[in-house]
């Protein structure tokens, strides 16, 4: 079995910063491609972000491009999302997600393990 355990979400301001973490352990290593998604009360699951095994190819929602970025560190089996000048419309509860695979990937389906969320709210 894998885990996948976020922390890092909290209260910030409009315009503020927050750091997501995300560590993986069990079955769950550096050969598997990660991602970041959200979702907000009476809204589906959406993409943010997604990054490669080597950590060399990233892709990332139209809606956060510019301002989110997320990155791995393979040594400690953890990924990160560097969220910066956070809008209100950013406020969601945040998944980590671990695919079988090297290639990157945008749906949720595509994805193998999730941990359990971390709430992100921003207020206006």
């Known amino acids: 079995q894998g885990l996948l355990v976020e922390s890092g979400g909290g209260l910030v301001q409009a315009g503020g910063s927050l750091r997501l973490s995300c560590g993986a352990s069990g079955r769950i290593d550096n050969t598997y491609a990660m991602g970041w998604f959200r979702q907000a009360p009476g809204k589906e699951r959406e993409f943010v972000a997604a990054?490669?095994?080597?950590?060399?190819?990233?892709t990332y929602d139209d809606s956060v491009k510019g301002r989110f970025t997320i990155s791995r560190d393979n040594a400690k089996n953890t990924a990160y999302l560097q969220m910066n000048g956070l809008k209100p419309e950013d406020t969601a509860v945040y998944y980590c997600a671990a695919r079988v695979s090297v290639e990157l990937a945008s749906t949720p389906e595509e994805y193998h393990y999730w941990g359990q969320g971390t709430q992100v709210t921003v207020s206006s």
């Open positions: 990054i490669s095994v080597g950590g060399r190819s990233t």
